[in-house]
Structures are given as structure tokens and as C-alpha cells.
């Protein structure tokens, strides 16, 4: 390959971060911006330091969604399109510091920026362990597990590890008593989540379509009053 291919590449998998990373910051100002999640945060009592801190918790939240999903391992993609994945995924940082930067936030703030998805990021990956283990179990108690409840658990594992870490964060720990919110925040990301998980799977759509029902399972499951797994 010449090197103006390698541009032409390098190019596009910066535009294609970039779009991603906007359009995460639209998602979690959706959600932020909706009066039933003010109300279940409890807006009214709150700072206006906090409602930012909370709006970041969205963001990185959002950012960190979309490079679990580039990694995972059951996502349906051809063998040679998962280096441009790898290395998309590894500049969703670059491209969201790169956003701000354009929207006038300042150096200092950058680097708060840099460190808090660092953070998120090595904090959710690991936690998708601990949400399988929980999955498994729970699924195991209704039923023996068959391949296709491992896959689905698979399948899942980024968006509920985020949404998990993320209402534990916007409740600094105390999330007692505030399954509504967490149902918010796991119905906004599984709505993005399945919307580009499908995008990139094209023609495999069929098992993203099988999650959306497993989603919609879990949402019924907390409204009977079972917690999600910690």
C-alpha cells in the first residue's frame, strides 16, 4: 500500500471518530436534558457544580460505550475489518479531547478530560467480568444456560457494565432506592448501543435484534423490583 492509502485511512478513521464522539455528546445531553431523568436525579436540590459533574458522568459514559463495542470479541464483522476497529476504538479519546478543544474548553480541563476516560475506561472494562458472573448466575437460577443465553450475556456485557458504573458514579455510591434511575440511564445507552452495534454488523442484525428483546427483558426484571447486578 502507498502512502497516500494510509492517509485516505488515517483520515477516515479520524472523521469516523469524530462523528462518534459528537454524536455520544448528543446522546448524553438527550438524557441529561429530559425532564424525567432531572427528576429522578434530583435536580432540584442539586449545584450547578454537580449538574455538570453529573453531565460528564453521561459523556464519558457514552465515550467509553462505544470503545467497549469496537473491542468486543461476538461482534459480527469480517476478520480484516477489526484492525480499522482496533484502531478506531483507540482514537475515540483523541477525537472527544480534539471536540472539546474546538468548543473552547480550556488546556486544564483537557487533561481532567484525558484522565477521567482513562479511568472509566480501565474501570468498566474490568467490571464486565463481575456483570458475566452476575448474568450467568442469574440467568442459571431461571434455566440450564445453552449457548445462546452465553452469547446474549456476551452480547451485553459492555452496555450494562457502563450503565452500572455510570448510576453508581451519578449517585456517588448511594444508589439505593434509585433503580428508576438507573432504568433511565440503561434504556438512553441501549438505545445507542443497538443503533451502532447494528451499523457495524450490517447483514448480522438478527442477534442485535435478539439483545433489544434481552434489554427490554432486564428493564421488566428491575420494574418487578430485582436490582441489576453489582
Known amino acids: 500500500m502507498d502512502k497516500e492509502h494510509f492517509e485516505s485511512v488515517d483520515d477516515m478513521v479520524k472523521e469516523t471518530a469524530s462523528l462518534l464522539v459528537q454524536a455520544a455528546a448528543s446522546s ?3 438524557l441529561f436534558n429530559s425532564k424525567q431523568f432531572q427528576r429522578l436525579a434530583g435536580f432540584e436540590a442539586l449545584s450547578q457544580t454537580e449538574k455538570d459533574r453529573i453531565f460528564n458522568e453521561l459523556v464519558v459514559a457514552s465515550v467509553v460505550l462505544i470503545m467497549l463495542m469496537l473491542e468486543a470479541p461476538d461482534l459480527g464483522v469480517a ?5 480499522y476497529l482496533s484502531d478506531l476504538g483507540k482514537r ?3 477525537a472527544h ?5 474546538t468548543a473552547g474548553v480550556e488546556r486544564d480541563h483537557l487533561l481532567n478530560w484525558e484522565r477521567l476516560i482513562a479511568m472509566r475506561y480501565e474501570e468498566y ?5 463481575d456483570v458475566r458472573a452476575a ?3 442469574l440467568k442459571s437460577a431461571e434455566k440450564r444456560l445453552e449457548l445462546d443465553d452465553l452469547a446474549k450475556i456476551q452480547m451485553l456485557l459492555p452496555v ?4 452500572i458504573g455510570c448510576h453508581l458514579h451519578i449517585c456517588r455510591g448511594d444508589t439505593e432506592g434509585r433503580d428508576d434511575l438507573f432504568k433511565s440511564i440503561l434504556n438512553s445507552l441501549s438505545r445507542a448501543y443497538v443503533e ?3 451499523h457495524l454488523e450490517g447483514s448480522r442484525i438478527t442477534p442485535v435484534m435478539r439483545a433489544k428483546l434481552k434489554l427490554k427483558r432486564t428493564v421488566r426484571r428491575l420494574r418487578t423490583g430485582r436490582k441489576p447486578p453489582k
Not at 97 to 101: A, F, P, Q, S, V
Request: neutral net charge; proline residues 3%.
Open 28 to 30: 448524553a445531553f438527550q
Open 79 to 83: 476478520a480484516d475489518f477489526r484492525d
Open 92 to 94: 475515540i479519546p483523541e
Open 97 to 101: 479531547i480534539e471536540y472539546l478543544k
Open 125 to 129: 472494562a474490568r467490571d464486565r467480568h
Open 135 to 137: 448474568a450467568m448466575q
Open 160 to 163: 450494562q457494565a457502563v450503565a
Open 196 to 198: 451502532l452495534r447494528a
